[in-house]
């Protein structure tokens, strides 16, 4: 058999084994024959008890677009979510610049659509586009007079701020252009101003806006004890994590709507090892992966089998076969059979030390697995074929030991 592990060897990688998965019941107990295919103890795709997700509580999944899913979460949150400026960088000075301005320009109305109105036209008719860099935040926008959209709806809800006029900021699309940054604003009910094209627009009347398609919002849309959410990508998204025991279990919904992202923008609270995730859950993020960044803890993930978007096995997360979220503070990783693991299948994993890789996996690309310092055996069936290269940037004393995994 090709390389044939001696019996220390092989001892003691069982032993190993034994302890990460808390049992001996599958432990091969005796040394195989030289005509055997060798088997060791790995972590098998261990799906929980349903006990440890989120049970469905009803919650209505937003299946719009993405303009009509914010006027309903918007018309359901009211005005009372816009709780400041969201993130705008402006000092203290800075704003009380812009408020004795914008006081004297509205000094004569005393109606909120009246102030909306005055001030909206004077940023539409005063500030200029301006391609290529220019500083948008609102007070280099207010003295230049240059902006793009993002320079134009900052000034806008900074203006309107002043006034105690209820505005927030959405970044999204404008359709079939690009990117683009546009207000909501709540005068007795919920108005879109795009101050960077001078529109403006009933919330209600989604015809008149479809160009406009939000992505993200900058205020946080619900709040209960234990999480803080919001709208990104499309979804309602739990952006924080206040607290949780050594399991997370993400909720289901919230007031009515369910929950379909888990992207938090923020760390986990410190002890959470082990995230589950019920079939409610179709995002971790499509740019960036929040948990990635903001989980360092955490060992494993789970996805309810009847999960139509998600699929986990062993601790990973997968979406059309391909790694979707790999904790970052597992040692040992078991992968799902897939045909080819392609370039990039795993990179920049810190702390894996062991990866078993199961039958059907065909081949392994040039640079799978990149840059895991701390790799230092794979387990891979006799049949799968390993390009040069496959594990590159691994541990010094790496190492490939030809078998399978005992289910």
């Known amino acids: 058999m090709k390389n044939n592990l001696t019996i220390s060897v092989l001892s003691l990688l069982m032993g190993f084994f034994q302890v990460a998965c808390g049992g001996s019941e599958n432990l091969v107990s005796e040394q195989p024959e030289e005509s055997e295919v060798p088997q060791y103890q790995?972590?098998?795709?261990?799906?929980?008890?349903?006990?440890?997700?989120?049970?469905?509580?009803?919650s209505v999944a937003l299946d719009?677009?993405?303009?009509?899913?914010?006027?309903?979460?918007?018309e359901h949150t009211g005005h009372t979510i816009v709780k400041g400026m969201g993130q705008m960088q402006i000092t203290d000075t800075q704003y009380a610049e812009i408020k004795a301005f914008t006081d004297k320009l509205v000094a004569s109305h005393k109606k909120p659509m009246d102030v909306y109105q005055t001030i909206f036209r004077w940023i539409v008719s005063n500030i200029s586009y301006q391609s290529g860099y220019v500083d948008n935040n609102p007070y280099p926008?207010?003295?230049?007079?240059?902006?793009?959209?993002?320079?134009y709806a900052n000034l806008l809800n900074v203006m309107l701020h002043s006034q105690g006029i209820p505005v927030l900021n959405a970044n999204g699309m404008l359709v079939?252009?690009?990117?683009?940054?546009?207000?909501?604003?709540?005068?007795?009910?919920?108005?879109?101003?795009?101050?960077t094209n001078a529109g403006h627009f009933r919330m209600a009347d989604l015809d008149t806006y479809k160009h406009l398609a939000p992505m993200v919002l900058d205020v946080d849309l619900f709040e209960d004890d234990q999480f803080v959410y919001h709208f990104y990508e499309e979804h309602l998204n739990i952006r924080k994590v206040k607290q949780s025991g050594r399991q997370l279990i993400v909720p289901f919904g919230i007031e009515g709507f369910q929950v379909s992202a888990f992207n938090p923008s923020e760390p986990l609270p410190e002890g959470v090892e082990e995230v589950y995730m019920d079939k409610n859950i179709e995002s971790l993020g499509e740019n960036i992966i929040g948990l990635g960044i903001h989980a360092p803890g955490v060992k494993r993930a789970y996805v309810d089998p009847a999960n139509p978007h998600l699929v986990s096995y062993?601790?990973?997360?997968?979406?059309?076969?391909?790694p979707y979220y790999v904790p970052q503070s597992a040692t040992v990783?078991?992968?799902?059979?897939?045909?080819?693991?392609?370039?990039?299948?795993?990179?920049?994993?810190?702390?894996?030390?062991?990866?078993v890789?199961?039958?059907?996996?065909?081949?392994?690309?040039?640079?799978?697995?990149?840059?895991?310092?701390?790799?230092?055996?794979?387990?891979?069936?006799?049949?799968?074929?390993?390009?040069?290269?496959?594990?590159?940037?691994?541990?010094?004393?790496?190492?490939?030991?030809?078998?399978v995994v005992k289910e």
């Open 176 to 195: 079939p252009l690009g990117g683009h940054a546009w207000n909501y604003v709540y005068l007795d009910e919920w108005y879109v101003s795009d101050p």
């Open 42 to 58: 790995g972590i098998n795709a261990i799906v929980p008890p349903s006990a440890s997700f989120a049970q469905d509580d009803g």
């Open 333 to 355: 990783i078991q992968f799902q059979p897939v045909a080819t693991m392609e370039k990039n299948f795993i990179k920049d994993h810190l702390h894996v030390e062991t990866i």
């Open 357 to 403: 890789i199961q039958p059907g996996t065909k081949k392994i690309d040039a640079y799978a697995f990149e840059n895991c310092p701390r790799l230092r055996k794979a387990i891979i069936p006799e049949e799968t074929v390993v390009d040069a290269n496959a594990f590159y940037g691994v541990h010094a004393e790496f190492e490939i030991l030809r078998g």
């Open 64 to 74: 719009g677009s993405p303009a009509k899913n914010v006027a309903r979460l918007l």
């Open 141 to 151: 926008v207010f003295q230049t007079h240059k902006a793009v959209c993002q320079g």
């Open 314 to 322: 062993g601790q990973v997360v997968y979406r059309d076969a391909w």
